[in-house]
């Protein structure tokens, strides 16, 4: 690959001595054969293009990902934690198909208890904690 991107920018092949020891490099062809390098050889190569951008893809279509309801952690990346509500195609960058997919798979994982569906209103998010449920004390004065 590289033999021919270099040869392309010295133009034609050649099977002079001299270019060898001008350019540092051997063509394969004069080298081993010692004859006229035939005409397909140097031609341009089919190759694809290197330019081409990527094709859009949705991040669950791109990891092949298929929203489940019992993956909660995966869903809830696509629930407002403050609201609850699902986040738009808008807000996902989901393709039409996955959004669906992801919404229907949310109401399913609600219903069936893995995912919440009240939450606590914004104004109570910073209350101080009441008490420590994993060590229960009782306040003393000491
Ligand atoms: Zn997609």
């Known amino acids: 690959m590289l033999r021919l991107l270099m040869r392309r ?15 540092g ?3 394969s062809s004069s080298a081993e054969n010692n004859t006229l390098p035939s005409i397909s050889d140097d031609m341009p190569i089919e190759m694809k293009n ?4 990527e094709k859009q893809q949705c991040i669950l279509c791109k990891m ?9 952690k995966l869903l809830s990346q696509f629930v407002s934690p403050y609201t609850g509500q699902i986040y738009g195609r808008h807000i996902t960058g989901l393709c039409r ?12 994982a609600q219903s069936a208890g893995f995912m919440a ?5 914004l104004v109570f998010m910073r209350d101080p904690k009441l008490f ?6 009782r306040p003393h004065k000491y």
């Open 97 to 108: 198909h996955k959004q669906q997919q992801v919404e229907k798979e949310i109401r399913k």
């Open 117 to 121: 569906i009240a939450l606590k209103e």
């Open 25 to 27: 490099i051997r063509h």
């Open 50 to 53: 290197p330019f081409e951008k």
């Open 64 to 72: 092949q990902i298929t929203p489940d309801f019992k993956n909660v």
């Open 9 to 23: 920018y010295l133009g034609p092949a050649c099977i002079h001595t001299s270019c060898v020891r001008q350019h």
């Open 132 to 137: 420590d449920p994993d060590r229960p004390f």
